[in-house]
């Protein structure tokens, strides 16, 4: 019993310092797989005329902070909590952000637009949005179901998801759609929306949440992030899969009360 309580002891104290940064966790012995994507953001929006914001994004999966890499990278990295990222399949609570350069390798027409084309208000509240995902034939939308009790999604005359039961993580419904170079990229959304779903909810609370998050992923390495790249500490490697977002990635939602 004494072995193990001293086991799990140093093993707690281990993770704090790691946690902490007072030991960084990796070194020239211990590769490390890191994300860096260069992020056009406009889910600051809602629905009013707004700026993109743009910078070159580094964040890890694996525990410890970033200091020790960005410090060797350079190119003018904070590292902290201060600009939390929601990639629609994951979020990212602690990362490093760069400005610098960020205004370079993308254009404004390259946003993937989300616009309402009809809403029909009552007890049975029907609306019709399209969305237009520009240069990306990757990308991921989720739906909030705590607003939305069903929904039907269509590429054109062709159905994608049909109306009926849908599942949902923590509020949220998920889509990931991948295709070729010919791909389709206009598609139209019927939104059914839940009928007395507000019960408890403070407004503050809803308006925090969107209706709709979007983020689409472009196959295209900017310069500053290509910067990065070429700087990056040789113990790390891009980490990327399915849910993970290619060197750059557009956020774009559609706010509650649109």
Not at 43 to 49: E, F, H, I, L, V
Not at 222 to 233: D, Q, R
């Amino acid at each position: 019993m004494p072995l193990i309580v001293t086991t799990c002891l140093l093993f707690g104290i281990s993770l704090a310092v790691v946690q902490l940064g007072v030991v960084p966790p990796f070194n020239e012995d211990t590769a490390r797989a890191i994300n860096v994507v260069h992020i056009v953001d406009m889910t600051g929006a809602r629905g009013k005329t707004q700026e993109p914001a743009s910078h070159i994004s580094l964040f890890s999966t694996t525990p410890g902070s970033l200091v020790k890499e960005v410090e060797q990278i350079g190119e003018g990295f904070t590292c902290g909590t201060d600009k939390p990222l929601d990639f629609v399949t994951f979020s990212v609570k602690y990362g490093c952000w760069s400005d610098k350069n960020a205004n370079i390798g993308w254009h404004e027409t390259d946003i993937p637009l989300i616009h309402v084309e009809d809403d029909t208000k009552g007890d049975n509240r029907v609306s019709h949005v399209s969305i237009d995902t520009k240069l990306s034939t990757r990308w991921t939308l989720g739906i909030n179901t705590d607003e939305v009790e069903d929904f039907q999604l269509k590429d054109g005359r062709e159905e994608l998801v049909s109306i009926g039961d849908k599942s949902n993580v923590d509020g949220w419904h998920i889509i990931q759609f991948s295709g070729g170079k010919k791909s389709p990229r206009k598609f139209s959304l019927t939104l059914l929306w839940a009928a007395n779903n507000h019960t408890g909810m403070s407004d503050s609370n809803r308006e925090k949440k969107p209706l709709l998050k979007l983020r689409t992923d472009v196959d295209t390495l900017t310069l500053p992030t290509e910067t990065v790249l070429g700087k990056l500490p040789h113990w790390c490697s891009l980490f990327g899969k399915s849910t993970s977002p290619l060197t750059l990635a557009f956020l774009t939602s559609l706010a509650v009360d649109f």
